[in-house]
């Protein structure tokens, strides 16, 4: 079973709509979380960093269940500009491994 | 603002050469990281770093090694480049407690 799964997609929504995706991760030992947007052929860049009482910026929400060891990114009134793969990213071990999800593809329509 | 800078965006090499990726950072973090993308399989950790000259196998490190003789530069080194090492090469640095910055990325083709 892989450390960090999510659902490859492709989501494909019309603008304005509301979007989540989840992740699941195996190590209950992660210690931190992100979410990383990687346009085409570009190299991924922060999203923004999960917390346990859950974070938002914007039409972004991002949340952390510990219990049941999955994240997830909620995007509200999408834009053709949120087309992108979005990545998760767990952090494990006192050496720090950095172990993202697969990426989860999304494409915004008109 | 952070800077992770690859050597190369494009490479091209025969099969069974030594080819060297190089990474170097500016913002004196601790940790270093190589992956490699390939279409489907998302990024996979080969190898990274928590400090100089310490190094940690990632999930897939056959066929690679890596050198951090300093703290500002990590190597990935293809001791003999084979076909299926053809690859987007990303490499990564972060602080402790920090999220990580990319490189550009090497797109390296192996003929």
């Known amino acids: 079973r892989k450390e960090v799964e999510q659902d490859p997609g492709p989501f494909n929504v019309p603008e304005g709509a509301t979007v989540a995706f989840n992740c699941t991760y195996s190590?209950?030992?992660?210690?931190?979380f992100f979410w990383y947007r990687q346009d085409c052929r570009k190299e991924p860049k922060l999203l923004m960093s999960?917390?346990?009482s859950g974070n938002e910026d914007g039409r972004f929400t991002a949340q952390l269940n510990r219990a049941s060891q999955y994240i997830s990114l909620l995007i509200r009134d999408s834009k053709l500009s949120d087309s992108a793969t979005y990545l998760c990213?767990?952090?494990?071990?006192?050496?720090?491994?950095?172990?993202f999800g697969t990426g989860t593809r999304l494409q915004v329509t008109l | 603002d952070v800077k992770v800078t690859q050597s190369s965006r494009y490479l091209v090499k025969r099969t069974g050469e030594k080819v060297f990726l190089e990474c170097v950072q500016d913002?004196?973090?601790?940790?270093m990281f190589w992956y490699r993308q390939d279409p489907g399989l998302g990024l996979r950790l080969i190898y990274f770093?928590?400090?100089?000259?310490?190094?940690e196998k990632g999930d897939i490190p056959e066929g690679y090694s890596v050198s951090r003789e300093k703290k500002e530069r990590f190597s990935l080194i293809l001791e003999s480049a084979s076909t299926n090492q053809t690859s987007m090469y990303l490499c990564?640095?972060?602080?402790?407690?920090?999220?990580?910055?990319f490189g550009q990325g090497t797109r390296l083709t192996v003929v």
């Open positions: 990213v767990g952090i494990t071990g006192t050496a720090s491994k950095l172990t």
């Open positions: 770093s928590y400090d100089v000259k310490m190094k």
């Open positions: 190590n209950s030992a992660s210690q931190s």
């Open positions: 999960v917390y346990s």
């Open positions: 990564a640095s972060r602080s402790l407690d920090a999220e990580a910055f």
């Open positions: 913002m004196d973090h601790e940790n």
